[in-house]
């Protein structure tokens, strides 16, 4: 049974950073890409970035260059850095396989 547990995050400052953290289990983790995606307040789900089995990684535009994603394949975890934050960024955050999500995490952009 396919898990994954979002964690990281929270409120910050215009302009801060944080790290994401998803601990995924039931699968075998090195083998699959994974992925970030948000939905912000009263908005439709968007893809923010995706990162395959080699390491990898593809970004929306709207994130490129102030975000990154990576992973610890010993660690069964994928992470995602965001710095530069803005208050547009503001959002739950959710990683994915497949059609399997987290719970997601907020993160609120706000000074």
């Known amino acids: 049974q396919v898990q994954l547990v979002e964690s990281g995050g929270g409120l910050v400052q215009p302009g801060g950073s944080l790290r994401l953290s998803c601990a995924a289990s039931?699968?075998?983790?090195?083998?699959?890409?994974m992925n970030w995606v948000r939905q912000a307040p009263g908005k439709g789900l968007e893809w923010v970035a995706s990162i395959n089995v080699y390491g990898s990684s593809n970004y929306a535009d709207s994130v490129k260059g102030r975000f990154t994603i990576s992973r610890d394949n010993a660690k069964n975890t994928v992470y995602l850095q965001m710095n530069s934050l803005k208050p547009e960024d503001t959002a739950v955050y959710y990683c994915s396989l497949g059609l399997n999500w987290g719970q997601g995490t907020q993160v609120t952009v706000s000074s």
């Open positions: 039931g699968f075998t983790f090195s083998s699959y890409w």
